[in-house]
């Protein structure tokens, strides 16, 4: 995770703005929520959270986001010093980037037998954050309570930009191997000379499942009109789409955007080869939602698109960490 030193102005800027942010929320907290289309019947603590995301991407640059916002390690260990779990980490070697600064972070125990590896959302600016740890460990103490069953949360913390393509790919592919020898699904189906591991198919074999929470897929357009809605503008993602692709050749920003080549569903076929079972969580508020659907009609698999009424943004992951007590476990 890149975490910049900012020019003078730069911080000052920042500095500004976040001295604006409680005066905002206290208008939030008093008055605003009352017109707030992004309240949509939450509770106050829910309104003010998804106020200040809006607020924060709305008015702060990348390099200033990133400065903000930490390390994703620094994001883990917060989660892990707030819940007093023993932390545990993973050095990984990348194939092809001896600077590489990526990580496995582990929820609880590392667990083997069946694993979860989740990729944090963020458009490859952001990292990760303690509430998206949360969401997992208490998915995790759900399945175990339930079904007995022991679930092992295998978080990568990746590099972001300014790290080009495809050192995020080649910092997942080294994490699955490292996990259970296997690759990765888009970029086995089309391999390209840039990414250092070259996995086949077959080595994919033990998925059992993907989920997508609010994939970063697909974005060639943005619903302007949900922004009165979503906790993301469309502004910042814009930017953020921009920013990535910035540090692409032109020839593989179909690995970004699949549906800019003629057939998105060829781009697709043989994933059944992978994977049957693929599940996309959305909110149809979301200014990527086309996207989302787009996305799912694309995939050559069996694929569930779950679309909440109203959510806008990983709503599932805050409503979890706000509504629920802490430190107990999902019922």
């Not at 030193?5 to 942010?21: G, I």
């Not at 997508?212 to 930017?239: A, K, N, Q, Y």
Request: aromatic content about 10%; hydrophobic content about 40%.
């Amino acid at each position: 995770m890149h975490v910049p030193h900012l020019t003078f102005s730069e911080r000052l800027a920042m500095n500004l703005t976040l001295l604006r942010l409680p005066f905002f929320l206290i208008y939030v907290s008093l008055l605003g929520h009352h017109y707030s289309k992004r309240a949509n019947g939450r509770p106050l603590n829910r309104i003010l959270n998804g106020e200040t995301a809006y607020f924060v991407l709305s008015h702060l640059s990348i390099r200033q986001l990133q400065a903000v916002s930490g390390s994703s390690l620094v994001g883990y260990a917060k989660w892990g010093k707030g819940r007093k779990i023993k932390q545990g980490v993973d050095e990984l070697s990348v194939e092809g980037d001896s600077d590489s600064h990526a990580r496995i972070m582990w929820v609880g125990p590392r667990e083997t037998e069946f694993v979860v590896i989740y990729c944090h959302g963020g458009g490859f600016v952001g990292p990760l954050s303690d509430f998206q740890v949360e969401f997992w460990y208490r998915m995790q103490q759900a399945l175990l309570a339930r079904n007995k069953l022991n679930l092992g949360v295998a978080i990568l913390q990746y590099s972001t930009y300014p790290a080009p393509f495809p050192t995020q790919l080649n910092q997942l592919l080294s994490a699955i191997q490292h996990i259970m020898s296997t690759g990765l699904v888009g970029y086995i189906l089309h391999p390209s000379p840039l990414v250092a591991l070259s996995p086949s198919p077959s080595e994919l074999s033990g998925f059992a499942g993907m989920c997508l929470i609010s994939p970063w897929s697909m974005p060639i357009d943005i619903h302007t009109e949900d922004d009165s809605f979503d906790l993301v503008p469309s502004e910042c993602l814009g930017l953020w789409i921009d920013t990535y692709l910035s540090t692409m050749p032109a020839s593989h920003h179909v690995y970004a955007q699949p549906d800019t080549v003629p057939s998105a569903g060829g781009w697709f076929a043989g994933l059944n080869t992978i994977t049957r079972r693929i599940l996309i969580t959305a909110g149809r508020n979301e200014v990527l939602y086309s996207s989302f659907v787009r996305l799912s009609e694309a995939m050559d698999a069996c694929v569930k698109l779950d679309v909440q009424t109203g959510g806008v943004h990983y709503d599932a992951m805050f409503d979890k960490y706000w509504h629920e007590v802490k430190g107990a476990a999902p019922g």
